[in-house]
């Protein structure tokens, strides 16, 4: 069209006759030709239509060169000058504006035409709209590039799984440049032990389903495994017959591998790598179940080290930690695949040996003291003595319970304990009830007699806040003492009060003499306390509500003054009723803390059903936070939860300045432990 001077006429529809208006018509497309000696131009009817000229409007190179989009104006005067000059032919997309106001897309072709009587020659060309075909192909385009950006890897693959299309990102997930894997099998990227898995992928999605983050392995060009999740879909044409798959492809290798490690500290111990109590636990109940349903027998191994105090008192828990990774090793060493193998708190390690015999296992136990008494644990270059006492509990499809076979074992345990230690006894179920019975007696009396005598006695350990560095709030931690004045820890205590049914009482003198205490301090002298509750009085004592009400309206204390801690586990083993009692006691205006929050795998799901207002995060996390960069990421991940909820946290067992630097760049609240302060004497208390 360019060309075109300014004294061009005939700007109206040229004589085509039916047949070729016809064929215009149905082809979306029009016509043009300009004699270049005289200038003449010529439009079809077809071209009028596509640029919605009126019938009475006469259209000249001026006028058609108006419809034209300025940017593009000047390309297509270029084009056409190039093909009147040299013969060479053009083809451009075009924007145009017709006279209808309505803007549209076209293709304009054009070229030199000669003939004998005309020495010139002619332009001819046609237009068509392609506006929904520019439309559609910008999509395309657009696509492509979201496709081609993403930072997942996309692919889509023929139905005996050639690999038609791939990515940038799954160049950089698999390694395999586009021009290597567009033609290669899809099996290309399943690593051993997968075989097949690709294709039976591609049979299912070819039958019309859809697969939905699908998590896999897969295979790198350089040989390395990683993870994926993998969405595949079909892709139908216009029919609607599937012809091939598309696979999008994601690397979820740091999510899974930092879930392990989420796992692994879930069901482990930190220092020796040993399976902890929770986790015994669960493979106790579990192999003492398959045991009643196959009639197979096993037993139980309770070890303790004996004088372990003394190793800590005298050479530093740092060598008491040496002694423990040796005996952890000497257990990992001395059992077999099979058999479970825990560290279940402080110097207490327990062994589940599986379709073995009482006397296989007595065996067992014995091998194994003479091992650890012949390891040689060494600490500041000098080698330290260990040896061991050992309990063990048999059972077989007898109906006996995971708690009564670890009573058994620790009976069994003490009993090698009082008979000089360094030895194993076999109890025999038979045995450990008769044991069961004489040991509980002493304990049963002291624990009433502590009781009725008011020889229970609070303790106070200061909670700073670590934004100030004052205390903000502080733990009562119980103590017993005994006969001869001494102070009794809880752990000695309070597992056989447990079992003897008499925590409730004991909670219950807690939280009185606590009350008692706050009523006749000011909050000058006292700041806000937490008070621990067991699981059992959490869950079973019925009692507890109204008397911490009937307390608090009897002393007119104010309840935001009092902190309840229930631990993590024992608010999970029976979420129900912990809900409900945290529920009525945040009602009552006091406040509820997690304690020895991160130990549970899924301790993150149960804040939402619990009217936390701290979670204190569990010391194994921050003993070692100077040394341990999981510890740290554990730490941060619980904070954001908790900054996200709304909830404080504390950090327990913290030992130095190091780990309160750490703390404060992590966004930790509060800190507890030797390092900001030990549990003191608040005296002996009373209610009146």
């Known amino acids: ?19 070729l208006a016809e064929a215009e018509r149905v082809a979306a497309v029009g016509s043009f030709s300009r004699e270049l000696g005289s200038g003449r131009m010529t439009f079809s009817s077809g071209f009028r239509r596509i640029f919605a000229a009126p019938a009475d409007r006469e259209l000249s190179r001026d006028v058609v060169l108006e419809r034209v989009h300025p940017e593009d104006r000047e390309l297509l005067e270029r084009a056409v000058l190039s093909a009147e000059r040299s013969g060479e032919p053009y083809s451009l997309e075009l924007r145009i504006r017709r006279f209808d106001g309505r803007q549209r897309t076209i293709r304009a072709r054009g ?82 032990g997968r075989e097949g898995e690709q294709r039976e992928i591609l049979r299912r999605v070819l039958s019309g389903e859809s697969i939905d983050h699908l998590e896999t392995e897969h295979l790198r060009r ?105 005996v952890a090793s000497v257990l990992t060493h001395r059992f077999r695949s099979t058999d479970v193998v825990a560290r279940l708190g402080g110097d207490e390690f327990a062994v589940l040996l599986v379709d073995v015999s009482p006397e296989d296992a007595r065996h067992a136990a014995e091998d194994l003291r003479e091992a650890v008494a012949a390891s040689r644990p060494a600490f500041g270059g000098k080698p330290l003595r260990v040896t061991a006492s050992i309990g063990v509990a048999p059972f077989d499809s007898d109906d006996v319970t995971s708690a ?45 007699e502590a009781l009725e005598q008011d020889n229970f006695v609070l303790y106070l350990q200061p909670i700073i806040d670590l934004s100030s560095g004052r205390v903000s709030h502080g733990e009562l931690l119980l103590r017993m ?93 029976n979420m129900r009723d912990a809900s409900s009692f945290a529920r009525d006691l945040t009602e009552l205006g006091c406040s509820l803390a997690l304690d020895d929050f991160g130990t549970g795998f899924a301790s993150f799901n149960y804040l939402k059903h619990l009217p936390v207002r701290f979670v204190k995060l569990d010391g194994e996390f921050i003993q070692n936070l100077p040394r341990s960069e999981i510890d740290e990421h554990m730490v941060r991940a619980i904070v954001a939860l908790a900054q996200g909820l709304g909830i404080k946290t504390v950090a327990e067992w913290v030992s130095d300045d190091e780990t309160i630097r750490l703390l404060r760049a992590n966004a930790v609240d509060y800190a507890q432990g030797f390092h900001v302060g030990r549990p003191a004497p608040v005296g002996l208390l009373t209610t009146a």
């Open 1 to 19: 069209m360019d060309g075109l001077d300014r004294g061009d006429v005939g700007g109206r529809a040229g004589s085509d006759g039916p047949l």
């Open 481 to 573: 003492r005994d006969r001869n004045g001494r102070m009794i820890a809880p752990g000695a205590f309070l597992p056989t009060a447990e079992r003897l049914g008499l925590i409730h009482q004991i909670d219950r003198w807690v939280v009185q003499h606590a009350i008692g205490l706050i009523a006749r301090s000011g909050e000058d002298d006292l700041p806000p306390v937490g008070i621990n509750l067991s699981g059992d009085t959490v869950v079973g004592d019925p009692q507890m509500l109204a008397l911490i009400e009937r307390e608090l309206a009897r002393h007119a204390v104010d309840p935001d003054r009092l902190i309840f801690e229930v631990t993590e586990t024992a608010a999970i083993a």
């Open 222 to 326: 350089d040989g390395t495994q990683i993870n994926v999740s993998l969405t595949v879909s079909p892709v139908r044409d216009n029919s609607g017959r599937i012809v091939s798959a598309a696979v999008i492809a994601r690397d979820i290798t740091e999510r899974v591998g930092y879930e392990m490690r989420l796992r692994h500290l879930a069901d482990h111990d930190q220092l020796t790598g040993l399976v902890n109590r929770r986790r015994f636990d669960e493979e106790l109940k579990r192999e003492l179940a398959r045991a009643g349903r196959h009639a197979t027998t096993g037993a139980l191994i309770s070890l303790d080290v004996d004088n372990f105090k003394q190793i800590n008192d005298s050479t530093g828990h740092a060598a008491g930690d040496a002694v423990l990774v040796e």
């Open 404 to 448: 009564e076979l670890l009573v058994n074992a620790d009976l069994a345990m003490y009993a090698a304990k009082d008979a000089g230690r360094n030895r194993v006894v076999l109890y025999s179920p038979t045995q450990a009830r008769h044991a069961r019975t004489l040991a509980r007696q002493p304990w049963s009396d002291r624990i009433r």
């Open 111 to 192: 070229m030199r035409v000669t003939d004998p009587d005309d020495e010139l020659g002619r332009l001819v060309g046609t237009v068509q709209d392609i506006t929904e075909e520019a439309e559609e192909r910008a999509v395309r385009d657009l696509l492509s590039y979201v496709v081609d950006s993403s930072d997942d890897a996309i692919l889509t693959a023929s139905a005996d799984g050639t690999i038609t299309s791939w990515n940038r990102g799954a160049e950089r997930l698999y390694g395999h440049p586009a021009d290597e894997a567009i033609g290669a099998q899809a099996s290309v990227v399943e690593p051993p």
